[in-house]
């Protein structure tokens, strides 16, 4: 069973009044309530704090910037763009990067690559092929062709230099995907027999 803080803190306090030294103090507990309660470092501390005049037994508030983001706010942001780093998020929240990490990642979120594809297929485009393709499966079985063929294909690769970006998702989301880019200067030719 943990022990809280505050009675640690109560006994240290009473310890403390009725004249024992903290690392005396602190054995006491120990024995009390288990080894490793507390260290002698923590029971010299708030010991240190009683003998000023200050008998609180709660904690100090502590320097430094209050993290005053909730993840709330966090995965409404990444629902809205799923592609922002940790540092674009950290400049919106003013906030440091690992806090932002760490709150992604209470949230489930994983730092993933998006898919590479072609192009991007329009509703009608992927109508097309279906019926392009299904319409050559049932042709093939009236009368089989394609043992007959010999085709030829020639195809323009273009070089591109584009990056696919990083989304943050969960684990089960799907990978968004990044079309290629259309036009690009530099093209080697592809033969296929």
């Known amino acids: 069973m943990a022990v809280s803080d505050a009675i640690i803190r109560t006994c240290l306090l009473y310890e403390f009044k009725l004249g024992t030294k903290a690392a005396e103090a602190c054995r006491k507990i120990c024995a009390a309530f288990g080894e490793g309660t507390i260290t002698e470092w923590t029971g010299q501390k708030w010991v240190k704090k009683f003998f000023s005049g200050n008998e609180n037994l709660e904690d100090e508030p502590r320097s430094g910037r209050p993290s005053i983001v909730n993840n709330k706010d966090i995965k409404l942001a990444i629902e809205q763009d799923s592609s922002q780093t940790c540092q674009d998020l950290a400049l919106r929240f003013n906030v440091s990067d690992e806090t932002i990490r760490l709150h992604l990642h209470q949230l489930g979120k994983r730092w993933k690559l998006s898919k590479w ?67 690009h200067q530099q093209k080697v030719l592809l033969c296929v027999w």
């Open 117 to 183: 594809v072609p192009y991007e297929l329009s509703e009608t485009n992927k109508l097309q092929r279906l019926t392009i393709c299904s319409s050559l499966l049932s042709r093939h079985n009236l009368v089989p062709f394609f043992d007959r063929m010999l085709t030829c294909d020639e195809k323009w690769f273009m070089y591109c230099n584009k990056k696919r970006t990083y989304h943050w998702l969960d684990s089960n989301d799907p990978v968004p995907m990044t079309p290629k880019p259309k036009i």
